[in-house]
Nanobody
Framework: QVQLVESGGGLVQPGGSLRLSCAASGSFFKINTMRWYRQAPGKQRELVALITRVGSTDFVDSVKGRFTISRDNAKNTVSLQMNSLKPEDTAVYYC??????????????????WGQGTQVTVSS
């Protein structure tokens, strides 16, 4: 059973920093694109950042210059470093990843998995 488990959320003051981590476990061949989403109360879930297997990244405009995303392919992990946090960054943050699994005879399938979410609260 494949699982994505996030860690690192919490309460931080405006201007502070947090680092979120997500680890994938279970049986799979490899992980392709990994992403962080967030959902604030009463709002739609939004894509915050993504990183491809080869390290290409992209960010939503509201976090550019403040957040960085990185991954360790050997450890099957992805991290989101969040600096200069603002109250509007308050949300539940979810890890998301496209995992490739071997089916048979050179056939692979790709499935997107989600973590359970971790709360980030930015408040004084």
């Amino acid at each position: 059973q494949v699982q994505l488990v996030e860690s690192g959320g919490g309460l931080v003051q405006p201007g502070g920093s947090l680092r979120l981590s997500c680890a994938a476990s279970g049986s799979f061949f490899k992980i392709n694109t990994m992403r962080w989403y967030r959902q604030a109360p009463g709002k739609q879930r939004e894509l915050v950042a993504l990183i491809t297997r080869v390290g290409s990244t992209d960010f939503v405009d509201s976090v550019k210059g403040r957040f960085t995303i990185s991954r360790d392919n050997a450890k099957n992990t992805v991290s989101l470093q969040m600096n200069s946090l603002k109250p509007e960054d308050t949300a539940v943050y979810y890890c998301n990843a496209d995992l490739q699994t071997y089916v048979s005879s050179g056939i692979y399938s790709s499935t997107t998995y989600w973590g359970q979410g971790t709360q980030v609260t930015v408040s004084s």
